[in-house]
């Protein structure tokens, strides 16, 4: 029997991205495996001889996008981005003391995640950097070599509201543009890799946490 993969329910950028294959577009690429896609997955189950399951098993999966099955770990991460409110791009004010939150993992200002990812493609892509925060380029950088709490008082300033949960623009547009950039992207990743998964599957081994559900639980008590 086939391993079941997602189903109705999952949400997230894996699940985007069948959606995208199956043919959604736009708005309807929600990453939300509701009735739609289900209805959709059962159509090419059918058209191409898989049991109707309206679910994506790895027969479904290797028939629609063609490559492995995302591992344990991809799906940890769907999962935990999920749980978080985040995306590649979401930045979030100065809620929970953090200054800054954004990108797939929730990396934080105040830990100083956002600051080495910002001088990073600084000193490698500085055009990239540009292209996300035209003119506020140059302010960014310098703010993420303030001291901390100079950081943290900023970032108060541009967060909006009672809750302080929404940035004021144009940071807000500046970050979802810095996050939608692939290069950007691989770096979040190399980050949720070295400082999470990593470290989680030591743990998993650690505490003999071998099955999937086991290793996800590990991946985000690390988060």
Known sequence: MERVLFGKGAIGEIVRRIQQVL??????ADGWYGEDTQKAIVSF??????????????LTW???????????????????????GHDFTLAQG???GAGITW?????????????????EISENHPDLLEQA?????????????????EQIAFADSISLG????????????????????????TLQLER????????????????????ELGRALAFDIHV
Do not use: C
């Not at 547009?173 to 692939?182: P, Q």
């Open 103 to 119: 990108g797939i993992i929730g990396f934080t200002l105040k830990g100083g995640e956002i600051g080495r990812i910002v001088l």
């Open 133 to 149: 925060f035209g003119s506020l380029a140059g302010d960014l950088v310098a703010l993420v070599q303030r001291p901390p709490a």
């Open 162 to 185: 009672k809750s302080k949960v929404r940035l004021a623009e144009p940071w807000l547009t500046s970050f979802r543009r810095f996050g939608e950039i692939a290069e950007v992207q």
């Open 62 to 84: 290797a028939h629609l996008v063609g490559e492995p099955a995302p591992s344990v770990e991809d799906r940890s991460l769907q999962l935990t981005a999920h749980f978080e």
């Open 45 to 58: 189950q059918q058209g191409h001889g898989l049991p109707a399951s309206g679910e994506v098993d790895t």
């Open 23 to 28: 043919g959604f577009v736009g708005t309807d």
């Open 192 to 211: 949720v890799n070295r400082d999470y998964r990593e470290p989680s599957a030591k743990t998993a081994a650690k505490w003999g946490l071998a099955s």
């Open 94 to 96: 100065n809620f929970d």
